[in-house]
């Protein structure tokens, strides 16, 4: 192979496997970005000037990832009640509309909650309406009272403005017109296999200092 089309193959791979996205902070992804870097280390050659700079900002990049990791995967949500198993929405746990009794969110527990965070945003959505998507089942935000790294937040009722008062209401459910309005919709999509989530941010006044989703289920 001549100098200049070994120079063009080097180049095209240097493309290929410095495109690297880190869209979700997990164990499996850092693990993936690592191997992916690995490789890329152990087949360029040290002579060529602009991989050796390419691998510079690799390893500086993987440092950043892993160091913030190290914080997104400390931070976990899980419910605190075993009904709700992330496969299926709790019988009665559906809007009134369609004969839900006395439904509400699901309690939670909170771990590996940043230093410093002041509060737990939560918003609830249903994936498979534009509409009620992105916290359109009701957005509120939890206050941290302690400087405890761990918390239980409790249950909000459906269809309600009168929630707890450690809770303050960011934005009502969207479907007002649908069934009652309320602090939150609980799933209401009548048994169509609707997939529900809730996004929960710990914050620092308006600043995301961690954020997690956990799925509620489908309904």
Not at 85 to 103: D, M, S, T, W, Y
Request: charged share 20%; net charge positive.
């Amino acid at each position: 192979m001549s100098l200049d089309a070994d120079k063009v193959q080097s180049k095209k791979l240097l493309l290929r496997r410095s495109n690297l996205h880190f869209p979700v902070f997990t164990a499996t992804s850092v693990a993936v970005t690592v191997k992916n870097i690995c490789e890329f280390l152990a087949y360029s050659k040290p002579i060529k000037k602009e991989i050796s700079v390419m691998k510079l900002k690799l390893l500086l990049t993987l440092i950043i990832v892993l160091g913030f990791c190290g914080n997104a995967i400390a931070f976990e949500v899980k419910f605190a009640d075993n009904a709700w198993n992330h496969e299926k929405i709790p019988a009665g746990q559906q809007c009134q509309k369609f004969g839900g009794n006395k439904p509400a969110t699901p309690k939670l527990i909170v771990s590996g909650i940043p230093a410093g965070s002041n509060g737990i945003v939560l918003e609830y959505s249903d994936r498979a309406s534009k509409r009620m998507n992105n916290g359109g089942h009701g957005k509120m935000q939890f206050a941290l009272n302690s400087p405890d790294t761990k918390v239980e937040i409790p249950s909000v009722p459906g269809h309600s403005f009168d929630i707890p008062p450690e809770f303050t209401m960011i934005a009502a459910h969207r479907g007002p017109k649908w069934d009652k309005a309320g602090a939150y919709m609980p799933p209401c999509s009548g048994g169509k296999g609707h997939a529900y989530y809730v996004t929960v941010k710990s914050v620092k006044d308006d600043q995301v200092t961690a954020e997690t989703v956990i799925e509620m289920g489908k309904y």
